[in-house]
């Protein structure tokens, strides 16, 4: 059965700490990883994975994903208020039309002043 | 399993069939959400459910019509779509709408309209 794993599940930090939120996973037939931030309406995506080793940078944010020990790792770095959100990782696995999408529980951030 | 589940797994339709999608969560939720995750494309809210009530409709073609029967049963009726709309549906629910709640997603229901 497929699974994704985060951690940690809730953390607060200091405006203009740096975090690193973990992602784990088991998956048949590995195609992406994905990362979402889930403010009050839907999760609006944050980054697609498939390559091992490259890292995807958008302003503050940035990730990378390891195959061969099956993880992913998001960063922030110079956190601001409005990053507070739950960061959702998903990974899509199977083949053709049998793939699917599993999610994670989510990683709560809280970032105060 | 994230206590969020989805019928059929895999569903291929073609334009002109009548056909739906269940959801349901033991989860003790009171929001339930349809998303549509189309190749290449970003997640895109599609309704939201709050208490049994519909509180969100994104703009979604009448072909797509939901039914919320109680809270822990969501479903999506479909009727003449198109070949775009062959997408990943999924379905998620959280204590309520509009809070910042973890949103438990289900397995999703893979859709190919031919």
């Known amino acids: 059965e497929d699974k994704v794993v985060q951690s940690p599940l809730s953390l607060v930090v200091h405006e203009g700490d740096t975090v690193t939120l973990n992602c784990s996973y088991e998956?048949?037939?590995?195609?992406?990883l994905l990362w979402y931030k889930q403010e009050k309406k839907a999760p609006t995506f944050l980054f697609m994975l498939?390559?091992?080793?490259i890292e995807k940078k958008s302003g503050r944010l940035s990730s990378i994903l390891d195959k061969k020990e099956l993880f992913s790792i998001l960063n922030i770095t110079a956190t601001q208020t409005g990053d507070s959100a739950i960061y959702l990782c998903a990974v899509e696995g199977g083949t053709g039309t049998a793939s699917k999408l599993t999610f994670g529980t989510g990683t709560r951030l809280q970032v105060t002043l | 399993e994230t206590g969020v589940t989805q019928t059929p797994r895999h569903l291929v339709m073609g334009m002109t069939n009548k056909k739906s999608l269940k959801c349901e969560q033991h989860l003790g939720h009171n929001a339930m959400y349809w998303y549509k995750q189309s190749a290449k494309k970003p997640l895109e809210l599609m309704f939201v459910y709050n208490f049994k009530e519909q509180t969100e409709n994104n703009s979604v073609p009448s072909r797509f019509s939901p039914e919320c029967p109680n809270s822990s049963h969501l479903f999506l009726h479909l009727h003449t779509l198109q070949p775009e709309d062959s997408a990943l549906y999924l379905c998620a629910s959280s204590p309520s709408a509009g809070s910042t709640d973890t949103q438990y997603f289900g397995p999703g229901t893979r859709l190919t309209v031919l």
């Open positions: 998956v048949t037939n590995f195609r992406s």
């Open positions: 498939t390559s091992s080793g």
